[in-house]
């Protein structure tokens, strides 16, 4: 089956600084991947679209200036968390589609998950 | 906005009962309906999907329903095992019409299903 990875799967920083996470793809190519961000015991929230080779499209709300997205090449996309506040503690997760993967609908792959904690 | 709920927070069931979850959508142009399962710490696992043109869909012990005339979808899952313990996610999806792919999800906030033995 198709895998997602993300490095790294937990990250402690301080106030003011920033944070780079990275979303694979392992075993296919993804044209399109996802950031969400999950607060405890709550839902996932998407934060933004990423298409390779092309700039993130950002869900109303979300600061493109803070959460940098980059997806450089077809199985990599990275999140980095700039200026970080313990506000922006929380699950980041990211999915990948390839429609070539997808069981009949728009499948989304999701990965592990980054907990984030800034102190 | 619009959004996807749930009726129940947590859903306690004996080991060997069927589950019924259920979720509340609301918006119509939804294409496709995706049941997601997510134990503590990782991310999301796919379940079963189904489209909107469609109102039941099977999967190995899970069966999902959909009820287009309430906005309403459930996910059955028979004879529970206590691996199946988790929150469970409804999520909501559409295509962009350009025949480019899919937006991003909109999920539900999710039911904890609890097994007891």
């Known amino acids: 089956g198709a895998v997602v990875s993300q490095h790294p799967s937990w990250v402690i920083c301080k106030s003011g600084t920033s944070v780079k996470i990275e979303c694979r793809s392992l075993?296919?190519?993804?044209?399109?991947m996802f950031w969400y961000r999950q607060f405890p015991k709550q839902s996932l929230m998407l934060m933004a679209t990423s298409n390779e080779g092309s700039k993130a499209t950002y869900e109303q709300g979300v600061e493109k200036d803070k959460f940098l997205i980059n997806h450089a090449s077809l199985t990599l996309s990275t999140l980095t968390v700039t200026s970080a506040h313990p506000e922006d503690s929380s699950f980041y997760i990211c999915s990948a589609r390839a429609s070539q993967l997808a069981r009949g609908t728009n499948e989304q792959f999701f990965g592990p998950g980054t907990r984030l904690t800034v102190l | 906005g619009e959004s996807v709920g749930l009726h129940l927070p947590t859903l306690s069931v004996q080991e060997g009962d069927n589950s019924i979850i259920n979720c509340a959508y609301s918006n119509s142009a939804s294409d496709y309906f995706i049941w997601y399962k997510q134990e503590s710490g990782k991310g999301p696992q796919f379940i079963i999907d189904?489209?909107?043109?469609?109102d039941k869909r099977q999967g190995q012990r899970v069966t999902v329903l959909l009820n287009k005339t309430v906005k309403h979808l459930s996910l059955q899952i028979a004879a529970t095992q206590p691996g199946d313990s988790a929150v469970y996610f409804c999520a909501e999806g559409a295509e962009d019409g350009s025949g480019g792919g899919a937006d991003g999800l909109t999920f539900g906030k999710g039911t904890h299903l609890i097994i007891q033995p």
């Open positions: 189904i489209r909107s043109n469609m």
């Open positions: 075993d296919f190519q993804a044209t399109t």
